[in-house]
């Protein structure tokens, strides 16, 4: 029997091609573990600002899954597609995301660095109540991505490997109490602080002494416990990391 060589390298090329055409029809598998660095960033169905259907907000800090799938809007905007731990998916914002990351919490003012040297030191710095995301680490250095109190947007830098805490309670503390603070009256401020109080699911954080000093800034008769002299300093004096071990594993 004879073979035309040419004719079984036209269809081995063929079926190479179609196999890379199923391969990139029905996506990737991959789950990448990343994390939202914008509160309550909009979840929409299809990467386009202006034809996206709203389907769910998602929290500063919160996990996500990158599926692997980017994408662009008529005006070029990039677009991410995750899965949130409950199943559902949908596109955020790339602004938004950073991906191969997880969730942290400043628990001390750090400073920023440019790149993981002590000379590429900034005149900016995380303070405490700052969410951030741990993107990679090298050496006792942490290349991070947040969005400062005072900061007009989201930054990318280095900060060194003490003074955050990865614990998820922590985090949600932190979460609730900023949104609380940044309601104009005086009156919702202390209602929420106190319902973050009131929550049972939420004890046990290590920022609880910061929630009371604010609650006692708003009403100076509340917790008459835990009344210090105005000069004392009782933040932590821990700054290692606090790393809520079963929740952070990927």
């Not at 991959?30 to 996206?52: H, N, Q, R, T, W």
């Not at 998916?89 to 400073?111: M, S, Y």
């Not at 942490?142 to 900060?159: A, D, P, S």
């Not at 708003?218 to 009344?227: G, N, Q, S, V």
Request: some cysteine.
């Amino acid at each position: 029997m004879k073979y035309n060589l040419t004719s079984i390298k036209h269809n081995v090329l063929f079926l190479f091609s179609f196999t890379l055409l199923l391969i990139s029809a029905c996506g990737s598998d991959k789950e990448i573990p990343s994390v939202c660095i914008f509160d309550k960033a909009p979840l929409i169905d299809k990467p386009s600002k202006k034809e996206g259907k709203f389907l769910f907000s998602v929290s500063l800090g919160e996990k996500v899954l990158y599926l692997d799938e980017t994408d662009e809007d008529e005006k070029g905007k990039k677009f991410y597609k995750v899965k949130l731990l409950d199943g559902s998916e949908g596109w955020l914002q790339a602004d938004f995301v950073t991906l191969n990351a997880r969730p942290a919490l400043v628990i001390t003012k750090t400073d920023i660095y440019s790149r993981p040297d002590l000379s590429t030191i900034t005149k900016k710095s995380f303070d405490l109540l700052d969410i951030i995301a741990i993107s990679s680490a090298k050496d006792d250095w942490l290349e991070v991505t947040g969005k400062r109190k005072n900061g007009k947007w989201m930054e990318k830098g280095w900060i060194k490997n003490s003074g955050y805490s990865e614990s998820t309670t922590d985090i949600a503390v932190a979460l609730l109490m900023n949104r609380a603070l940044a309601k104009p009256k005086k009156t919702d401020k202390l209602a929420e602080l106190n319902a973050i109080v009131a929550n049972t699911t939420l004890s046990g954080s290590s920022i609880e002494y910061k929630l009371i000093d604010e609650i006692r800034k708003l009403d100076p008769t509340a917790f008459p416990e835990y009344a210090v002299d105005e000069n004392e300093d009782y933040e932590r004096e821990e700054d290692e990391p606090i790393v809520d071990t079963v929740t952070t594993q990927n």
